[in-house]
Structures are given as C-alpha cells and as structure tokens.
C-alpha cells in the first residue's frame, strides 16, 4: 500500500467560498482520484486527476465546480468552488498502485455553513 | 448505468457467529471485485480483493465471487465487536485501473 497524506482533515467553510483539498504520496503513483461521500451515502467518484492533462470528470461533475490539479505523480489538489450546503461532504483523495487495487486517504470532512 | 447493490442492514449477529455479506453487480464486464471497510467517521479500509471465480481467504475474512450470477459475497467468521462498521463492496470495470464503483454499503452490528 501507499501512506496518503490528506488535509485538511476538516473544515467548516461559509458560503459561497472555496476550500481546496490537497493529497500527497509517499511513492509516484499514476491514477489518482478524487471521490466525495454526502451524509450517509457510498463513495461516488467526481474525477480522475492526470498527470500532465486536465483531469477527467464523472457525469454529474464539472470542472468549473470542482477544479483539480496534479502538478506530478505524487501530489493533487482538489478545489471546491462556490460553495453550498449541498457541498458538505467528506471528500476522499484516493491512488491507484497496481492498475487494480485502491488506497484512500484519510478523507476531508467539510461543513458549509 | 453501472450498479452496485447491496443490503443496507443494519445486520445484526452476535459475537462469535458468522456474518454474510452479499453484493451483486450490473456491468458484465466488471473484472476486480473489492471489499472495503468503514468505521464511522472514517475513511474506508481495503480489507479483501477477488478477481477469479471462487473463494478467497485471509485470516476470519473469505470473499466469494460468482461472475456468472454477478454475485460477490464476505463472510466474516468469529465475528467481534470491533468488526462492527460500514462494508462497502466496490467493482472495477475492465480498463478502469483503479476506478472503482460502490456499493451503497452494509452496516454490520456484532452484538455481546
């Protein structure tokens, strides 16, 4: 496994505000994802962050609300813009060792007030 | 669309028993089949991963896949309290490396 490093661990943010959400791994790792988990839901995955590319988004998920980097194979962010409510979560960093298994950080728990 | 099913519970069982897990999958072409656990304000653990027909074993935990009946089970055998938490079952399609789609997860209560 990988040790991923996850922060802030939480927050509480206003409205209408961003947060951006920074992951970082102990080895290069090629896939990298960002997932969100809403109040007593499952995991749903908002995007894959490329290295070198624009990160590639899941239906429901757009770029303009939750922008992502990856400046290389050991660090990504993850921002989320404009936000409400609706946006308290926990978001989930996540790597790909193996091309099959996957490892989660500690997650972010954010609260919009 | 792609889905992951399973039984939200909560399931109950008491300590010592044998809890069974079950998850079943819609996309055919789903090849890594994962198990994950949650404690409650935590992020989810990688406990057991099943990418043939089967069963699987490690340690209390045994994963059981049936591709055919899009079927993938855990059982937890001499169930302890400190198993009590969230299992999501999670599913990788072919060419998705490391792309998983989850399950809604089943609540495990292991009771004295």
């Known amino acids: 496994s990988a040790v991923i490093s996850q922060k802030p661990s939480r927050d509480i943010c206003q409205r209408g505000t961003s947060l951006t959400i920074q992951c970082q791994v102990d080895?290069?790792?090629?896939?990298m994802f960002w997932y969100r988990q809403q109040p007593g839901q499952s995991l749903t995955l908002i995007a894959t962050?490329?290295?070198?590319?624009?990160?590639?988004?899941e239906s429901g998920f757009v770029i303009d609300k939750f922008p992502i980097s990856r400046p290389n194979l050991t660090f990504s962010t993850l921002t989320v813009s404009n936000m409400s409510p609706e946006d308290s979560s926990i978001y989930l960093c996540?790597?790909?060792?193996?091309?099959?298994?996957?490892?989660f950080g500690q997650g972010t728990r954010l609260t919009v007030v | 669309q792609k889905e992951v099913e399973q039984n939200s519970g909560p399931l109950s069982v008491p300590e010592g028993a044998i809890a069974s897990l079950n998850c079943t999958y819609s996309?055919?072409?789903?090849?890594?089949f994962f198990w994950y656990r949650q404690y409650s304000g935590k992020s989810p653990e990688l406990i057991m991963s099943?990418?043939?027909?089967g069963d699987k074993e490690d340690g209390r935990f045994t994963a059981q896949l049936n591709k055919a009946s899009q079927y993938v089970s855990l059982l937890i055998r001499d169930s302890q309290p400190s198993d009590s938490a969230t299992y999501l079952c999670?599913?990788?399609?072919?060419?998705?490396?490391?792309?998983?789609?989850f399950g809604t997860g089943t609540r495990l209560q292991v009771t004295l």
């Open positions: 962050a490329n290295q070198g590319s624009e990160a590639t988004y």
């Open positions: 996540s790597v790909g060792l193996t091309n099959t298994e996957a490892f």
């Open positions: 080895s290069q790792v090629t896939m």
């Open positions: 996309d055919r072409g789903s090849q890594s």
């Open positions: 099943i990418y043939s027909n």
């Open positions: 999670a599913v990788m399609a072919s060419g998705t490396a490391s792309k998983l789609t």
